[in-house]
């Protein structure tokens, strides 16, 4: 059997989180430090927001669900702006390996 | 009893003898030198400093640096640094070895050092206030550090920022500035009044000179500072001074990137360091004319009527 194939589109759930990180809220996103890898990173406002929504809906959204709700807090912005800045936060999210895209059951 | 009040005689005595044994800040260090040229200048830049006697405290780093052996006693001399009979660098030509002598110190405070976090940023104080400024080389860091202590600021450090892992107090050693290449002629023609060492050439980084540290800084130089502004510089020819505001989690990033051990000291590390970005404010500074950088800066911390630093 093959690796698993995961959908792009998501759908998106939080990945568990590794033993050790760290946290701290700042203006201007979230610093995450992960103790095995000591890696740093500083999260976009738009990927904290992303990993906030998924927390309050404790199971999976899909990208387009994603859109949806940052385009009503950004009501100015047009969808493709909307998803375009989604899908940058959404690869820093999978890089930081606080999401993973979760096969549709 | 201060370096500077050693005779020639005596000084020469102690380096090639038992050791100059002189306090930097938190530091205590014991030079050592076989090079005749290293005494007349270690007694101009640590002229202020306070010696530790002999039979004082602890010494936390035994430097020295000294002629090597055999032809090259003779034959395009060299040079070589050692910390404890260590030897952890390649030897230099020996017109170097001044500042072989002070790279090597740094080196002992970033290798040694891990009970505060140590930024690789220069820190100048005024009226207790700290300003860190971390900056990568080329940057005009110790052009600008060097200009601000001699209008009123207190020189902590031009190299590296002691911080406590609470992070409400900074730390400097109030060594000499590391001035190179083109910054030697501007300093020497904005504060005639800065003690420069000779200017010694070819070195890694080009032409390099030492600044002493004002006597005023020494003076104060066990007396920390409570940090409050991040300032990254960043000299541009013909420049207008302008202030950036940086976001603490951009600020953060940077500093984490200056710090020398922030890898080694893991969480303890992230939390001074976050602590650090809470109690200051960030800024990133252009500047391409030291008064007027030194004018916007100052605005930070307008001296008071005794002009204290």
């Given at each position: 059997?093959?690796?698993?194939?995961?959908?792009?589109?998501?759908?998106?759930?939080?990945?568990?989180?590794?033993?050790?990180?760290?946290?701290?809220?700042?203006?201007?996103?979230?610093?995450?430090?992960?103790?095995?890898?000591?890696?740093?990173?500083?999260?976009?406002?738009?990927?904290?927001?992303?990993?906030?929504?998924?927390?309050?809906?404790?199971?999976?959204?899909?990208?387009?669900?994603?859109?949806?709700?940052?385009?009503?807090?950004?009501?100015?912005?047009?969808?493709?702006?909307?998803?375009?800045?989604?899908?940058?936060?959404?690869?820093?999210?999978?890089?930081?390996?606080?999401?993973?895209?979760?096969?549709?059951? | 009893?201060?370096?500077?009040?050693?005779?020639?005689?005596?000084?020469?005595?102690?380096?090639?003898?038992?050791?100059?044994?002189v306090a930097t800040g938190p530091f205590q260090c014991?030079?050592?030198?076989?090079?005749?040229?290293?005494?007349?200048?270690?007694?101009?830049l640590y002229?202020e400093h306070e010696?530790?006697?002999?039979?004082?405290?602890?010494?936390d780093f035994?430097?020295?640096?000294?002629?090597?052996?055999?032809?090259?006693?003779?034959?395009?001399?060299?040079?070589?640094?050692?910390?404890?009979?260590?030897?952890?660098?390649?030897?230099?030509?020996?017109?170097?070895?001044?500042?072989?002598?002070e790279w090597?110190l740094n080196w002992c405070v970033t290798?040694y050092c891990?009970h505060q976090l140590v930024l690789h940023a220069a820190c100048v104080a005024r009226a207790g206030r700290a300003m860190i400024l971390p900056a990568?080389?080329?940057?005009?860091k110790s052009?600008l550090t060097a200009a601000l202590v001699h209008?009123g600021w207190r020189l902590l450090s031009d190299e590296l920022t002691l911080v406590d892992y609470d992070a409400a107090h900074l730390n400097g050693t109030t060594r000499p500035v590391n001035?190179?290449?083109?910054?030697?002629?501007?300093?020497?023609?904005?504060?005639?009044?800065?003690?420069?060492?000779?200017?010694?050439?070819?070195?890694?980084?080009?032409?390099?000179?030492l600044m002493a540290p004002p006597p005023a800084s020494v003076r104060a130089a066990a007396e920390p500072a409570v940090p409050a502004w991040i300032v990254?510089p960043?000299?541009?020819?013909?420049?207008?001074?302008?202030?950036?505001?940086?976001?603490?989690?951009?600020?953060?990033?940077?500093l984490?990137?200056n710090a020398m051990n922030?890898?080694?000291?893991?969480?303890?590390?992230?939390?001074a360091?976050?602590?650090l970005?809470?109690r200051c404010?960030?800024?990133?500074?252009?500047?391409?004319?030291?008064?007027?950088?030194?004018?916007?800066l100052?605005?930070?911390a307008?001296?008071?009527?005794?002009?204290a630093a």
């Amino acid at each position: 059997m093959g690796p698993a194939v995961l959908s792009p589109s998501g759908p998106w759930s939080l990945a568990p989180p590794p033993a050790g990180r760290l946290s701290k809220d700042v203006p201007d996103g979230r610093l995450l430090f992960d103790a095995d890898s000591g890696t740093t990173r500083l999260l976009s406002p738009l990927g904290v927001f992303i990993v906030e929504l998924l927390e309050r809906q404790r199971g999976a959204c899909s990208t387009a669900e994603i859109v949806r709700a940052v385009h009503l807090e950004e009501p100015e912005s047009s969808n493709h702006e909307c998803l375009s800045a989604v899908e940058t936060a959404l690869a820093e999210l999978v890089d930081a390996r606080l999401i993973a895209a979760r096969r549709p059951s | 009893m201060k370096v500077g009040e050693l005779s020639a005689r005596e000084l020469g005595q102690a380096l090639r003898g038992p050791g100059l044994r002189v306090a930097t800040g938190p530091f205590q260090c014991r030079f050592g030198s076989d090079i005749a040229a290293v005494g007349p200048e270690l007694a101009r830049l640590y002229a202020e400093h306070e010696l530790v006697a002999a039979d004082d405290s602890f010494i936390d780093f035994h430097v020295r640096v000294a002629s090597s052996g055999g032809l090259r006693r003779w034959i395009r001399p060299q040079a070589l640094f050692s910390v404890d009979a260590v030897t952890p660098f390649s030897p230099l030509p020996r017109s170097q070895a001044l500042a072989m002598l002070e790279w090597g110190l740094n080196w002992c405070v970033t290798a040694y050092c891990h009970h505060q976090l140590v930024l690789h940023a220069a820190c100048v104080a005024r009226a207790g206030r700290a300003m860190i400024l971390p900056a990568p080389p080329g940057s005009g860091k110790s052009t600008l550090t060097a200009a601000l202590v001699h209008r009123g600021w207190r020189l902590l450090s031009d190299e590296l920022t002691l911080v406590d892992y609470d992070a409400a107090h900074l730390n400097g050693t109030t060594r000499p500035v590391n001035l190179k290449n083109d910054s030697i002629g501007v300093i020497a023609r904005f504060a005639p009044e800065a003690v420069l060492s000779r200017p010694m050439h070819d070195t890694s980084k080009g032409t390099v000179a030492l600044m002493a540290p004002p006597p005023a800084s020494v003076r104060a130089a066990a007396e920390p500072a409570v940090p409050a502004w991040i300032v990254l510089p960043r000299w541009r020819a013909g420049a207008s001074a302008r202030l950036t505001p940086l976001e603490p989690g951009a600020a953060f990033m940077q500093l984490a990137e200056n710090a020398m051990n922030y890898h080694l000291l893991g969480a303890t590390g992230f939390e001074a360091l976050g602590r650090l970005v809470d109690r200051c404010e960030a800024w990133q500074f252009e500047y391409g004319e030291l008064d007027e950088a030194i004018a916007a800066l100052d605005a930070f911390a307008p001296l008071g009527p005794k002009g204290a630093a």
